[in-house]
């Protein structure tokens, strides 16, 4: 079975209470952000805490998906500014 191509492209993740950039993550396919693979996080600017480093915020909590580390995302707590086709 071929597996599909997708489209992958670099986003910024910022934080939505003082728009601190958090991640630079390079995304699979269209739709919303719900989670981000830890493999797939180019640059992380947090201290690894799943906060953020200016304020304090709690933005996402450790997962598991298919078998991949990831941070599932909290609602409305992050703004995506996307990059489409880099």
Do not use: W
């Not at 079975?1 to 670099?10: I, Y």
């Not at 180019?42 to 480093?53: A, I, P, S, V, Y």
């Amino acid at each position: 079975m071929a597996r599909r191509k997708t489209k992958k492209f670099v986003i910024k993740i910022l934080c939505k209470a003082c728009r601190a950039l958090l991640y630079k993550y390079k995304k699979e396919g269209p739709g919303a952000l719900v989670k981000c693979y830890v493999s797939s996080i180019m640059e992380d600017h947090t201290n690894g805490d799943l906060k953020c480093h200016k304020c304090g915020q709690k933005f996402a909590t450790v997962a598991r998906y298919h078998n991949r580390d990831a941070h599932k995302i909290k609602s409305n707590k992050v703004i995506v500014r996307g990059h489409y086709g880099k």
